[in-house]
């Protein structure tokens, strides 16, 4: 079956723009993650939705970063007044049963 | 503390070699600990998940020391296709996030 997917792959962008990432989890997975990686880093915790309940924002870095998912289907991460520092992959992923997750596969976001 | 804390490495090995990782995490109340695979410029891949009693899979390891707040990962009989990073998951036990280690990173060597 399909797998998460994400768009799109790759976004350049100039500081001071706003950009939106989208994530479409495995068809009735609960559970979607957003993070973030710089390059050479670990992954970065940024907002974890659970079903209907209220979703962890305890992640994002600023409030220049805001994601939205609407039930247990597409979630958008939405950066906006771009900065430089916010260039990374920013992966996202879905869980059916909390715990394996599966992720896309990925959006380079390069900011100028 | 990190609440999750790996070795970065790199681990440098030569084939046929094996090699063991250690993860820590703070939190006793953790339910769930995994492993994931990272290869490079790709999105993690469930490698294995770690189990109180232990659990084998191929050449591949994994063990759970509940009292000492470590998991362990062995590789044995490297193959140059195991080179990558190795990422410890732990499951928060109070709101079920999972919390992510930085990687070790292991290189097999001809």
């Known amino acids: 079956g399909a797998g998460v997917s994400q768009s799109p792959s790759n976004k350049v962008t100039e500081k001071g723009k706003d950009v939106e990432l989208r994530c479409d989890p495995i068809s009735g997975h609960t559970a979607l993650y957003w993070y973030r990686q710089r390059l050479g880093q670990g992954l970065e915790f940024l907002i974890y939705?659970?079903?209907?309940?209220?979703?962890?924002k305890s992640g994002l870095p600023s409030d220049r970063f805001s994601a939205e998912r609407t039930g247990e289907s597409v979630s958008t991460l939405t950066i906006q007044r771009t900065q430089q520092e916010d260039s990374a992959v920013y992966l996202c992923?879905?869980?059916?049963?909390?715990?394996?997750?599966?992720f896309g596969p990925g959006t380079r976001l390069t900011v100028l | 503390r990190k609440e999750v804390e790996q070795d970065p490495g790199p681990f440098n090995v030569p084939e046929g070699a094996t090699v063991a990782f250690n993860c820590t995490y703070s939190n006793s109340a953790s339910q769930s600990f995994f492993w994931y695979r990272q290869d490079c410029r790709k999105e993690p891949k469930l490698l294995m998940s770690?189990?109180?009693?232990?659990n084998e899979d191929g050449r591949f390891t994994a063990q759970l020391n509940r009292a000492s707040q470590y998991i362990s990962l062995l590789i044995r009989d490297s193959k140059l296709s195991d080179s990558a990073t190795y990422l410890c998951?732990?499951?928060?036990?109070?709101?079920?996030?999972?919390?992510w280690g930085l990687g070790t990173s292991l290189a097999v060597n001809p």
């Open positions: 939705f659970q079903g209907n309940s209220a979703p962890d």
């Open positions: 770690v189990y109180s009693s232990g």
């Open positions: 998951v732990v499951r928060d036990g109070n709101n079920r996030k999972l919390i």
């Open positions: 992923a879905s869980t059916e049963n909390e715990d394996t997750q599966y």
